[in-house]
């Protein structure tokens, strides 16, 4: 399909869906892009997929109760992300060992109470892989609006994030709450990952949170230039994945998250200070810069010119 063919499905009145695809899909991606900076410099990884599987329950509970999905996983993600946040300020248990123990008991507590309800699976098989074909027109205002929330707090708090990310021991010293930026941070991951559900789901949410941001961190060393790459990747991804998803009749998700994964490997690769390639080709061209004078010239006597009589 051309790229022509596509812009002329957006426009179709008959394919309303898929322009809210489109529209939910960069939304989160920027914000994930966003979010997933501190994720990336924090080396928190794992907490995002803690919360990408924590909301399940939350989901779970929706369904069986038959209402909103999607804020059912608010309020689980949520409450996991404070459970994490309180649990890891006893050092006697490293943060990461505290993730695991939540991540897989939300995940078994899900199961547990979606396994009561009759016909659950395909109702809920667009929250593990994610689906363009069920989006309604409230879903755009309740990701626009968590959106806008969540890139409002990061504006206010991006200072604080930066400093308890960097050292959180020299944050105390200067008197910032770290328990409670912690919080905050844990919150708006779990939120980032709560509006992307649809699109890409919670088994590949991870990638949308952690992949732009991880490129963005190869192609600069400024965190600001990093804030501004990390979405633009997310959102460029999410564009061409779903050209491609929706010429070549792929998962959506997947295909996004390919296509993010494919730039964070030529940023990997390529990247201007930071690529391998470009490291080696640097390498290269230094020994061949150095070795283009002959030995000979710096060294034997006989090819120092001798000064001039009159210059003694």
């Known amino acids: 399909m051309s790229i022509t063919d596509f812009l002329t499905d957006l426009f179709n009145p008959n394919l309303a869906f898929l322009p809210k695809a489109l529209a939910i899909a960069v939304m989160s991606s920027i914000v994930c892009g966003v979010v997933g900076c501190y994720v990336v410099l924090r080396g928190m990884a794992f907490i995002g997929d803690a919360v990408a599987h924590a909301v399940f329950p939350g989901i779970a509970v929706a369904f069986v109760l038959q209402g909103s999905l999607v804020l059912g996983g608010a309020v689980a993600g949520v409450a996991t992300a404070l459970l994490i946040a309180i649990f890891s300020q006893n050092r006697r248990v490293k943060e990461d060992s505290i993730i695991g123990v939540f991540l897989v008991g939300a995940f078994a507590l899900g199961i547990v109470i979606i396994s009561q309800a009759p016909g659950y699976a395909g109702s809920l098989q667009q929250f593990l892989f994610g689906s363009i074909t069920g989006i309604a027109d409230r879903d755009l205002y309740v990701v626009g609006g968590a959106g806008l929330v969540i890139l409002g707090l990061v504006l206010a708090l991006h200072k604080e994030f930066v400093a308890v990310c960097l050292d959180r021991e020299m944050s105390r010293s200067m008197g910032l709450s770290v328990f409670w930026l912690d919080i905050v941070l844990y919150v708006l991951v779990t939120l980032a990952v709560v509006i ?13 949170l952690i992949t732009p941001a991880a490129a963005a961190r190869l192609l600069t060393d400024r965190l600001g230039v990093m804030m501004l790459l990390a979405p633009v990747i997310g959102g460029s991804a999410a564009v061409v994945g779903l ?3 929706w010429s070549y009749d792929t998962p959506v998700g997947g295909t996004i998250v390919l296509i993010a994964t494919a730039v964070f490997l030529a940023a990997w690769l390529l990247a201007p200070r930071h690529g391998l390639l470009t490291k080696r080709w640097r390498r290269v061209s ?5 070795g283009s004078a002959h030995p000979s010239s710096l060294s034997n006597p006989s090819s120092r010119q001798e000064p001039s009589p009159a210059s003694r």
Do not use: M, P, R
């Not at 992307?196 to 949410?205: A, E, F, M, R, Y």
């Not at 230094?286 to 150095?290: E, F, S």
């Open 243 to 245: 050209y491609l998803s």
């Open 196 to 208: 992307s559900l649809q699109t890409i789901g919670t088994i590949l949410v991870l990638a949308l």
């Open 286 to 290: 230094g020994k061949d810069l150095a």
